[in-house]
T-cell receptor, first 118, second 116 residues
Framework: DTGVSQDPRHKITKRGQNVTFRCDPI?????LYWYRQTLGQGPEFLTY????????KSRLLSDRFSAERPKGSFSTLEIQRTEQGDSAMYLC????????????????FGEGSRLTVL | AQSVSQHNHHVILSEAASLELGCNYS??????LFWYVQYPGQHLQLLLK??????LVKGIKGFEAEFIKSKFSFNLRKPSVQWSDTAEYFC??????????????FGKGTHLIIQP
């Protein structure tokens, strides 16, 4: 499968613990996005990378959240001192560079990592 | 910043009924528009997209959507739904220019249930 892959698919943790999610984008995609989705809501933008550079972060991304993409390929999203409100599906998506007829901003999503904080 | 409003959070239809899901966006400039679908237990998949040209766009599985610029709308339609269309449907928008993050802004979604 050459799509976006995320790991782990499910994570249950106790409040106060740290968790890390990994995303492997489609290989030729230089843009990588993290979104969060809670029940009954659409995906909400968290942060975005172009190659290894983190170019934008949402106000939703508190200081407890950090994302990296050290070599411009896979990315990690770490949540420190988890809270019950962090329980959600964390989605990763990738895309080609913008511009040109074919590159219209379409994102290709992984299956997500579901976090449950007890 | 842009925003998206989907009018119906839950829709229940019988097979062969016609479908129209409403989507309105707010943004002052030119936009690209998308409908994504999420089948139970699966990841988000693109149904169709609009970025320029003919405002009536056709997607996979018989879906189509019409961009009406004056109404800031991008409603999704299908003339005859099937049980397999049961899913969550999300409308999304991104600025056309592609500057900055230009990540997609999603609506809250419409949960569609098709009864056999």
């Amino acid at each position: 499968d050459t799509g976006v892959s995320q790991d782990p698919r499910h994570k249950i943790t106790k409040r106060g613990q740290n968790v890390t999610f990994r995303c492997d984008p489609i290989s030729e995609h230089n843009r990588l996005y993290w979104y969060r989705q809670t029940l009954g809501q659409g995906p909400e933008f968290l942060t975005y990378f172009q190659n290894e550079a983190q170019l934008e972060k949402s106000r939703l991304l508190s200081d407890r959240f950090s994302a990296e993409r050290p070599k411009g390929s896979f990315s990690t999203l770490e949540i420190q001192r988890t809270e019950q409100g962090d329980s959600a599906m964390y989605l990763c998506a990738s895309s080609l560079p913008r511009g040109g007829y074919a590159n219209t901003g379409e994102l290709f999503f992984g299956e997500g990592s579901r976090l449950t904080v007890l | 910043a842009q925003s998206v409003s989907q009018h119906n959070h839950h829709v229940i239809l019988s097979e062969a009924a016609s479908l129209e899901l409403g989507c309105n966006y707010s943004y002052g400039g030119t936009v690209n528009l998308f409908w994504y679908v999420q089948y139970p237990g699966q990841h988000l998949q693109l149904l169709l997209k609009y970025f320029s040209g003919d405002p009536l766009v056709k997607g996979i599985k018989g879906f189509e959507a019409e961009f009406i610029k004056s109404k800031f709308s991008f409603n999704l339609r299908k003339p005859s739904v099937q049980w397999s269309d049961t899913a969550e449907y999300f409308c999304a928008v991104t600025p056309y220019s592609g500057g900055g993050a230009d990540g997609l802004t999603f609506g809250k979604g419409t949960h569609l249930i098709i009864q056999p």
